[in-house]
């Protein structure tokens, strides 16, 4: 069964230097549950293809159902000196909410 | 019974309106306002002003603040902190000076706090061997080729607490890191300590009150704005109201917004602001207090007002960030539109045509990028592009071409080179005029420690 982002989850990215990170927020309990099991970092690399270039850090923050994607290498040298049109990936948080999960 | 205070979220970035703030003071719904005006990249942009004029440097809506909201905010007693001094706060403090006396205005105690800019101070540091290292690659400051725009160490509350203590009306502040901001009214308010903290209580009064100003430091994005959790926004955002804390000295509190106004605060507003720009939720590092806020409780107690407490706080770090903003180059871009028919294959075909004459040019581009708009503008190779069938089939498409450069004549030259393809090219392109960005400085930022002792924080007091 496949679950869309959007459907159990919102987002909000930030900037800092090079780093971005995708706070992505549960809409349930249940919810949450679901993104611990299968949104790994792995999975959130992935979806960018490349744009991030350097690791994905996962951090658990039970006490507001979500969890923080710290994105390294991911703003192509920085706000400043990116080449990109969305240089401080505020955008990064939509993007990631098109990712459907495959729920085993 | 315990003291309360309330502090609005009156600013979330250099450029952002006036008018949620002036409704904030018109209806006295807060007993202070916190400014936010300087993001990672503000200070760049300060310091270009600078050059061009000694007496500038500071984020320029505090001339419009001074004329429309501070009359109104001091006539009810309410005090403004902000960072909004920037790289020059003693200048910006003599403009509102000069705009208040002109108004008529007496009895106001201005502050300024100064002390975080150390671009001066780089020779010093190199010839005592003050170690700076980046923090994302190792790299030392010093074998770095680039010449630094700007230097600011991010400093903390207690020269905050220190001017209120002092009676001040208006604090304009240089590189005060955000959150603390709410960290010195606070301070200031319930007699707590900053610099001299020593107990486990001391350290999560001052988590709390960094929680409450990283929840206001980005005015409207913490009461609606910017809100997928809300998506599809059921509530007018021309109108939206600025968020309003209301703090205890007990380390509890709530937010809630202006009264009469679009937006919405709910507890899914408030966890997005929470996650916004902060790593590790037990670690969030600010020059005060290190925050816990892994066992936060934020909970929705009726319509617009959420409860807030559970912070924790830690030791302040050793050293203190210092940013070094240093110049690399150019950014030079420009946009073109394609029509139906053959939209796609015109802008491959125009592509491929500027490429070629680049090669012509006496110019040295670094790096190039070709942004569809529409199809991969945002998000890049992240995302697939659709066939170029379908691509052919739209009425229109945009492309964005960006450049890297390292002299200031190549954008300029690149870009004359290729308009003559308008005629030149395939049918049915145009650039709209006044569009693009010419020579756009391309800075980067060194970020890394620095011992704090170095750093000596400075008040100075403007009467008007």
Same mark, same amino acid.
């Given at each position: 069964?496949?679950?869309?982002?959007?459907?159990?989850?919102?987002?909000?990215?930030?900037?800092?230097?090079?780093?971005?990170?995708?706070?992505?927020?549960?809409?349930?309990?249940?919810?949450?549950?679901?993104?611990?099991?299968?949104?790994?970092?792995?999975?959130?690399?992935?979806?960018?293809?490349?744009?991030?270039?350097?690791?994905?850090?996962?951090?658990?923050?039970?006490?507001?159902?979500?969890?923080?994607?710290?994105?390294?290498?991911?703003?192509?040298?920085?706000?400043?000196?990116?080449?990109?049109?969305?240089?401080?990936?505020?955008?990064?948080?939509?993007?990631?909410?098109?990712?459907?999960?495959?729920?085993? | 019974?315990?003291?309360?205070?309330?502090?609005?979220?009156?600013?979330? +970035?250099?450029?952002?309106?006036?008018?949620?703030?002036? %409704?904030?003071?018109?209806?006295?719904?807060?007993?202070?306002?916190?400014?936010?005006?300087?993001?990672? =990249?503000?200070?760049?942009?300060?310091?270009?002003?600078?050059?061009?004029?000694? &007496?500038?440097?500071?984020?320029?809506?505090?001339?419009?603040?001074?004329?429309?909201?501070?009359?109104?905010?001091?006539?009810?007693?309410?005090?403004?902190?902000?960072? @909004?001094?920037?790289?020059?706060?003693?200048?910006?403090?003599?403009?509102?000076?000069?705009? =208040?006396?002109?108004?008529?205005?007496?009895?106001?105690?201005?502050?300024?706090?100064? #002390?975080?800019?150390?671009?001066?101070?780089?020779?010093?540091?190199?010839?005592?061997?003050?170690?700076?290292?980046?923090?994302?690659?190792?790299?030392?400051?010093?074998?770095?080729?680039?010449?630094?725009?700007?230097?600011?160490?991010?400093?903390?509350?207690?020269?905050?607490?220190?001017?209120?203590?002092?009676?001040?009306?208006?604090?304009?502040?240089?590189?005060?890191?955000?959150?603390?901001?709410?960290?010195?009214?606070?301070?200031?308010? +319930?007699?707590?300590?900053?610099?001299?903290?020593?107990? %486990?209580?001391?350290?999560?009064?001052?988590?709390?009150?960094?929680?409450?100003?990283?929840?206001?430091?980005? #005015?409207?994005?913490? @009461?609606?704005?910017?809100?997928?959790?809300?998506?599809?926004?059921?509530?007018?955002?021309?109108?939206? #109201?600025?968020?309003?804390?209301?703090?205890?000295?007990?380390? &509890?509190?709530?937010?809630?917004?202006?009264?009469?106004?679009?937006?919405?605060?709910?507890?899914?507003?408030?966890?997005?602001?929470?996650?916004?720009?902060?790593?590790?939720?037990?670690?969030?590092?600010?020059?005060?207090?290190?925050?816990?806020?892994?066992?936060?409780?934020?909970?929705?107690?009726?319509?617009?007002?959420?409860?807030?407490?559970?912070?924790? #706080?830690?030791?302040?770090?050793?050293?203190?960030?210092?940013?070094?903003?240093?110049?690399?180059?150019?950014?030079?871009? %420009?946009?073109?539109?394609?029509?139906?028919?053959?939209?796609?294959?015109?802008?491959?075909?125009?592509?491929?045509?500027?490429?070629?004459?680049? &090669?012509?040019?006496?110019?040295?581009?670094?790096?190039?990028?070709?942004?569809?708009?529409?199809?991969?503008?945002?998000?890049?190779?992240?995302?697939?592009?659709?066939?170029?069938?379908?691509?052919? %089939?739209?009425?229109?498409?945009?492309?964005?071409?960006?450049?890297?450069?390292?002299?200031?004549?190549?954008?300029? &030259?690149?870009? /004359?080179?290729?308009?003559?393809?308008?005629?030149?090219?395939?049918?049915?392109?145009?650039?709209?005029?006044?569009?693009?960005?010419?020579?756009? /400085?391309?800075?980067?930022?060194?970020?890394?420690?620095?011992?704090?002792?170095?750093?000596?924080?400075?008040?100075?007091?403007?009467?008007?």
């Amino acid at each position: 069964m496949k679950i869309k982002l959007i459907d159990i989850a919102s987002a909000r990215s930030g900037d800092k230097n090079n780093v971005c990170n995708i706070g992505v927020m549960a809409k349930s309990i249940e919810d949450y549950a679901t993104l611990k099991k299968y949104l790994t970092p792995e999975v959130v690399k992935e979806h960018f293809k490349g744009l991030i270039k350097g690791k994905v850090e996962r951090f658990e923050w039970d006490a507001l159902e979500s969890l923080n994607f710290v994105c390294h290498e991911a703003l192509d040298g920085g706000a400043s000196r990116s080449l990109r049109m969305d240089t401080l990936g505020k955008n990064f948080s939509s993007h990631l909410l098109r990712l459907e999960l495959e729920i085993l | 019974m315990s003291k309360t205070i309330r502090i609005a979220g009156a600013q979330g +970035f250099y450029g952002d309106s006036p008018l949620g703030a002036i %409704q904030i003071a018109m209806q006295h719904e807060a007993d202070y306002l916190m400014h936010d005006a300087l993001a990672e =990249l503000t200070l760049s942009i300060l310091q270009k002003d600078k050059m061009k004029d000694p &007496t500038m440097g500071y984020a320029r809506d505090i001339e419009v603040h001074a004329r429309t909201l501070y009359p109104i905010a001091f006539s009810k007693g309410i005090k403004i902190v902000t960072n @909004s001094g920037g790289l020059n706060p003693e200048s910006a403090a003599e403009k509102v000076k000069a705009i =208040l006396e002109k108004s008529g205005i007496k009895g106001i105690k201005i502050a300024t706090i100064t #002390g975080d800019d150390v671009l001066a101070r780089l020779p010093e540091f190199k010839e005592n061997n003050i170690e700076l290292s980046n923090l994302d690659d190792g790299s030392s400051y010093y074998d770095s080729k680039f010449p630094p725009t700007h230097a600011n160490v991010y400093i903390g509350a207690q020269m905050v607490k220190e001017a209120l203590d002092n009676g001040a009306n208006l604090i304009l502040a240089g590189r005060v890191a955000d959150p603390c901001l709410a960290l010195g009214i606070m301070a200031h308010e +319930f007699n707590w300590k900053i610099d001299d903290a020593s107990s %486990q209580e001391d350290w999560d009064r001052m988590a709390f009150a960094i929680t409450i100003g990283h929840i206001l430091e980005c #005015g409207g994005q913490a @009461s609606g704005g910017n809100a997928y959790s809300e998506w599809p926004m059921p509530y007018s955002v021309s109108d939206l #109201g600025y968020p309003i804390a209301h703090v205890h000295d007990n380390c &509890t509190g709530f937010i809630t917004k202006a009264k009469n106004t679009g937006g919405k605060v709910s507890r899914n507003t408030i966890r997005e602001q929470l996650v916004y720009e902060i790593h590790d939720p037990t670690n969030y590092i600010t020059p005060d207090v290190v925050v816990d806020l892994s066992q936060i409780i934020l909970q929705d107690v009726e319509e617009n007002k959420v409860s807030i407490s559970g912070i924790k #706080g830690k030791p302040k770090p050793e050293k203190l960030k210092l940013c070094i903003g240093q110049h690399e180059g150019f950014v030079t871009e %420009q946009f073109f539109f394609f029509s139906y028919p053959f939209a796609y294959d015109k802008l491959q075909m125009f592509i491929k045509a500027v490429k070629e004459t680049w &090669t012509k040019l006496p110019i040295q581009i670094v790096e190039s990028r070709f942004n569809i708009i529409g199809v991969n503008g945002l998000h890049e190779d992240a995302v697939d592009i659709p066939d170029a069938e379908e691509l052919n %089939q739209r009425s229109e498409l945009g492309l964005r071409i960006a450049i890297k450069h390292k002299d200031d004549r190549t954008g300029k &030259t690149a870009i /004359a080179g290729i308009v003559c393809l308008g005629l030149n090219g395939p049918p049915g392109v145009i650039s709209v005029p006044g569009w693009g960005n010419m020579n756009r /400085a391309m800075l980067s930022l060194f970020p890394c420690l620095i011992p704090r002792e170095l750093i000596n924080p400075v008040v100075k007091y403007f009467n008007v």
